[in-house]
């Protein structure tokens, strides 16, 4: 670790570097329009300069991983929705996937495709988002209301296959409980052949600007040791050009048949994370438009028994690659339809650590920036 | 140059009522104050604000308000009409004079300006004027009662005892003042060229020129729009009143009429940043080529001040729907590394072409 | 050269003037505003929205209550003796199911075994406000069955 991130209450007076008159202390939330959720972020500042951010979470704990214990495998599925509630198909993507692991199913090749473009159009709608909100916390309004008309004809897509907009609970473990609907690959594939010229758009309007290259140049930097030390995963470790994506290095569902790029970044900064998010759009939609194409005819479930139980004192973690990081489950199965004990990896959870890090010594204005591209859901750091 | 004059006949009987003196002195002033204001200025801004959300609503592929009346026509009506009735708070720990003192600092100082704002040619011979009062030193005038404007947002920001109010009061009160000196040295270079402080002065120098002052100036011209957006408190140098990252920064604490205050006292700034800068750089009231093409005078000054006006106020949305924000010390950095040293050479220039021309005439 | 360029680019300030093409052009294109409530959004035929309730064709096998992930469906059955056929059979006597925590995942309708199912959520029905807390709370049996849909592309409903 570069600095050790201290409890500022404990250290002794003369040890401060302000006069603790001079220094500031700021609540920064849990109720302000650009903390993405209820964090609250105690702020030590001395005008606008931070001299110390100390993040403050549990306004949106639900009890989630207790209530894993108390329903069947299969019923467990609507509650991994609402933990990253932006990207619910990735989510359930990453629960079936342990589930499947532990009891032993075998998912059929037409599930696993489906699957693969629902997660991937899930990227897309996360990336749209966090462009969004990142946007306008920095400024810029328009490129809000632009991403939010994309985002509504994925959420239409989502809402034609499986019934909801957001949260999902379109995946089920061994498969998919219902096939595609008429047409609706038709539709998918006019939606991104559609996508590019829209991203070019947005980076249009954000990336030669010379306003927002300002505010995003050197912000936030993340030495990629230190995002190694802290365990970050996701378009934050790409953006410090560290190259490591689960769907290339462990490959699941229907990611080692489709070729696709992994965008890196090289200076760790706020811009190179924008980039690296912009340039994932787009391989999203390559590998949905791959998938379409190779879409197999067959079953979209597995042949399995009505109550899926788990082996006796079983346990397994399976991660995918969500839109924020890699998001994983753990479960523990004790012979009963029940888990023991499911634990969440969640992204934002882990990548909120480095949050205080980057911002030590910026403004408050580059704070924001830092929050947003840190790209954090509190559903998923509260679960 | 044909001079439009106001219908004096109307006031005929006022005139001989009152007498010449007083009627020029007093009567007529506080009249056209008095129009100017209501009927002028504070329809235009409360339908700037209608303005603003319809064309933000355009720019961002959705409808503004359109519930309101035909095109949401009504809906300033109706904000004003909130506004009015909405509960006038006051936090127990705020400065109370302070508190109740900083809207009108604000507001005031952007009305008064007006006076001094000509929208039409000079009266010749008895005729009523289309400007309240031609001061002639008009443009210092301008400028010192824009500074004033600052005095409203510091004392705003400090009174309301919240420290997000006090950063947001002072972050603009460091932004409002680094920005007055580019305005200022902005607008030298066409004092040069016209010779005169009074701006029916540079009006009529641009008429005599035969051509408006955005054409030799550019630089100014475009020095002058930006410190006049950051005189302001425009995106993209919004930051005091920056939604996302300090609620709204110096005027949280306000509610109600008081805030309505705040709200005018900004739209009203940029209305008189538009209307100094069509002044000065765009010929006021005269059409463009005022000598090549004569036709154009059939249509009165007041409706191409009008017209000039709109073209820079729709340039303040369109950028407000455009641009990010500037962070606070990006902004200081632009006013006194770039736009300062720039209205330095752009005034240098000015003259050294001067004096080659009056060398050489 | 390109250097020149990047110079000549920064002092004409065109990446600021892309920008505002761009939001130029788009305020001509067509708005994507919907005029609630003239204009209401269809949804789609597999939308789960507010769920409704055939009694005879349910087989109460309380298998949709065992299914609920929060357990809001509350079933009372029991055994009674029909007068026409003379034989015991089940009979409902209460099926209710709490609206404020409902979460519409559909997994009741997934559970149920009859075909056509008994408890189905695709009636394209998203507009449940009301006014009174107490309307939603236990939605019981006679009104999952009677409810009044009240968008007009919902009358031809989706069994």
């Given at each position: 670790m570069s600095q050790p991130i201290v409890d500022p209450r404990t250290l002794p007076d003369d040890d401060r570097l302000f006069a603790p008159e001079e220094e500031m202390e700021l609540n920064f939330g849990p109720q302000h329009p650009s903390t993405h959720g209820v964090l609250r972020l105690k702020l030590k500042v001395d005008g606008e300069r931070i001299l110390d951010c100390y993040p403050i979470i549990g306004y949106l704990h639900r009890g989630t991983e207790k209530l894993f214990e108390l329903h069947p495998f299969f019923q467990n599925v609507p509650h991994t929705d609402r933990m990253d509630y932006v990207a619910a198909a990735t989510n359930n993507l990453a629960y079936v996937g342990a589930v499947e692991k532990l009891v032993g199913l075998v998912v059929p090749p037409r599930a696993r495709y489906i699957r693969t473009i629902l997660a991937e159009l899930q990227r897309i709608s996360s990336h749209l988002l966090w462009l969004a909100t990142h946007a306008i916390d920095i400024g810029a309004m328009t490129p809000f209301f632009y991403c939010f008309r994309e985002r509504e004809l994925i959420l239409d897509l989502f809402e034609q296959y499986c019934g909801a907009r957001l949260t999902l609970n379109c995946m089920r473990p061994g498969g998919l409980p219902h096939d595609l609907p008429v047409g609706w690959t038709d539709r998918c594939r006019t939606f991104c052949e559609a996508f590019p010229p829209r991203v070019d758009e947005y980076e249009g309007l954000l990336t030669d600007n010379r306003i927002w290259k300002k505010r995003t140049?050197?912000?936030?930097v993340l030495a990629p040791e230190v995002a190694i030390d802290y365990g970050i995963t996701g378009p934050m470790l790409r953006g410090s050009g560290i190259d490591w994506d689960l769907r290339k290095v462990a490959p699941y569902e229907a990611y080692g048949e489709v070729e696709f790029d992994v965008p890196l970044g090289k200076n760790g900064d706020t811009y190179d994370r924008y980039l690296v998010r912009m340039e994932e759009m787009r391989q999203a939609n390559r590998i949905v438009l791959q998938c379409l194409e190779k879409l197999p005819e067959g079953p979209v479930m597995a042949k399995r028994p009505r109550v899926l139980k788990s082996a006796k004192e079983s346990e397994v973690y399976h991660g995918i690659e969500g839109p924020k990081g890699e998001i994983g489950f753990y479960i523990v199965g004790d012979g009963t339809p029940q888990p023991y004990r499911c634990h969440v990896r969640a992204p934002s959870f882990i990548n909120l650590q480095v949050v205080p890090e980057m911002s030590k010594g910026a403004l408050i204005a580059d704070l924001v920036a830092i929050v947003g591209t840190t790209d954090i859901v509190l559903g998923e750091v509260d679960r | 140059m044909i001079a439009l004059t106001a219908p004096l006949a109307l006031f005929d009987p006022l005139r001989h009522a009152v007498g010449d003196d007083l009627f020029y002195w007093a009567v007529s002033p506080a009249i056209k104050i008095l129009v100017l204001v209501f009927l002028g200025i504070l329809p235009v801004i409360t339908y700037l604000v209608l303005a603003e959300r319809k064309i933000l609503g355009f720019i961002q592929a959705r409808v503004g308000p359109n519930r309101v009346g035909p095109w949401g026509l009504l809906q300033p009506i109706a904000d004003v009409m909130k506004l009015l009735v909405k509960e006038d708070t006051l936090p127990i720990q705020a400065v109370k004079w302070a508190f109740i003192l900083a809207p009108c600092l604000v507001v005031a100082p952007a009305l008064i300006?007006?006076?001094?704002?000509?929208?039409g040619p000079r009266a010749a011979g008895g005729k009523l004027a289309w400007y309240v009062t031609d001061v002639n030193t008009g443009v210092l005038v301008v400028l010192a009662l824009a500074t004033i404007g600052v005095y409203g947002l510091i004392i705003g920001g400090w009174s309301s005892n919240n420290k997000f109010s006090l950063m947001g009061g002072l972050r603009s009160a460091a932004q409002m003042i680094s920005y007055e000196v580019p305005q200022g040295l902005a607008l030298v270079g066409p004092l040069m060229l016209a010779g005169t402080l009074s701006l029916v002065g540079i009006v009529e120098a641009q008429a005599k020129a035969g051509w408006w002052y955005l054409f030799p100036q550019l630089v100014a011209f475009f020095i002058y729009l930006v410190a006049g957006v950051a005189e302001s408190n425009r995106n993209p140098f919004d930051l005091p009143e920056a939604e996302s990252e300090l609620v709204a920064g110096f005027h949280t604490e306000y509610s109600g009429m008081r805030f309505a205050l705040f709200f005018l006292g900004e739209y009203a700034n940029m209305i008189v940043i538009s209307a100094v800068a069509t002044t000065v750089f765009l010929g006021g009231w005269l059409p463009p080529f005022p000598h090549l093409l004569?036709?154009?005078?059939?249509?009165?000054g007041i409706i191409w001040f009008f017209l000039k006006v709109v073209v820079f106020l729709f340039a303040y949305i369109w950028f407000r729907g455009t641009f990010p924000r500037y962070r606070f010390d990006q902004l200081m950095d632009l006013g006194w590394k770039w736009m300062i040293p720039l209205a330095l050479l752009n005034i240098f220039a000015t003259g050294l072409i001067k004096l080659l021309l009056a060398h050489h005439p | 050269m390109a250097a020149m360029k990047r110079f000549l680019d920064k002092i004409m300030l065109l990446d600021l003037f892309a920008g505002l093409g761009i939001t130029a052009k788009n305020m001509m294109k067509k708005k994507v505003t919907v005029q609630y409530p003239e204009e209401r959004w269809e949804p789609s035929h597999r939308f789960r929205g507010m769920f409704r309730l055939d009694e005879e064709r349910c087989i109460k096998c309380t298998l949709c209550a065992k299914d609920c992930p929060i357990d809001i469906i509350y079933i009372d059955v029991s055994q009674q003796l029909n007068p026409e056929t003379n034989k015991k059979e089940k009979v409902l006597d209460r099926f209710d199911i709490d609206v404020q925590r409902c979460m519409f995942c559909g997994l009741c309708e997934e559970g149920c075994p009859t075909e056509p199912k008994s408890i189905w959520l695709t009636t394209k029905t998203y507009e449940l406000a009301s006014y009174d807390r107490w309307d939603n709370l236990y939605v019981d049996k006679a009104e999952l069955q009677d409810w009044r849909v009240r968008p007009a592309y919902t009358d031809e409903e989706i069994a």
């Open positions: 140049v050197g912000i936030g | 300006i007006f006076a001094v704002i000509p929208m004569p036709f154009l005078h059939v249509v009165p | -």
